[in-house]
């Protein structure tokens, strides 16, 4: 997907080593725009130079930032970067997450903790810190915020009730920053995710039946891909979606409509 729509924009998306975060990032690269890649450290090194090698052959620039997105550093860090190696920041795809699934009854408080830290605290510190870089631009003024929440910020799940409060948290941030920062010409939006095939739930989706299931729950008959989420995120991030903020779009095969 190549239409220029992010022509000369900077564009910084968090949790970009692998998943969604990747292809948002690698289309990004393909519609013109220079990209600030984060990643979580050491550990996704390897992945993340993929992203980094994929985004410079469609002719992007790129800087790496790695780093805790729970850590309100790492926020700073992303915004630096973008500054000192292109003067701005047009664009944030807020992505980073975690979904270790668990039962409820014996969901231990440290998890409990680690997933808000990482899902709704991390968004809240990267979007607070470019939204106060994006204010004091000028030529042009504004920009865009897009949250990759989920299909759970409307469903709850039995072994998710740590992760779905964030995603609706995640929603809510948007519609609030969509007010306090419109007069800025900051537009805030999310994109809700249905069951797209990541690590995050490769383990789940292995299971024959649950797999099943969730493919019988959507009617177009499949699960999602991370590409599948690269126009939605795209359409928000550009000037396309110009009048809109404070909106959200499922991106679900239809799973949420279904009473199948």
Known sequence: MSFGLLKGKVVAITGCSTGIGRSIAIGAARNGANVVLHHVGESTASDIASV?????????????????????????????????????????????????????????????????????????????????????????????????????????GGEQAHYTPTKAGLKSLMESCAIALGPMGIRCNSVLPGTIETNINKEDLSDPVKRADQIRRAPLGRLGLPEDLVGPALFFASDLSSYCTGASVLVDGGMAISLQ
């Not at 500054?83 to 997450?97: E, K, P, T, Y």
């Not at 979904?99 to 680690?114: A, G």
């Not at 968004?123 to 004091?136: D, E, H």
């Open 52 to 156: 980094e090698s994929e985004c410079s052959k469609a002719g992007a620039k790129t800087v790496i930032v790695p780093g805790d997105i729970a850590e309100p550093a790492t926020a700073s860090a992303i915004v630096s970067a973008a500054v000192s190696s292109f003067s701005r920041i047009d664009v944030l795809i807020s992505n980073a997450g975690i979904c270790p699934f668990h039962t409820f009854l014996d969901l231990p408080h440290p998890l409990w903790k680690r997933v808000q830290d990482v899902n709704l605290n991390g968004a809240f510190y990267v979007v607070q810190a470019v939204a106060n870089q994006m204010a004091k631009q000028e030529n042009p003024k504004g920009g865009s915020i897009v949250a990759i929440s989920s299909i759970s910020a409307l469903m709850g």
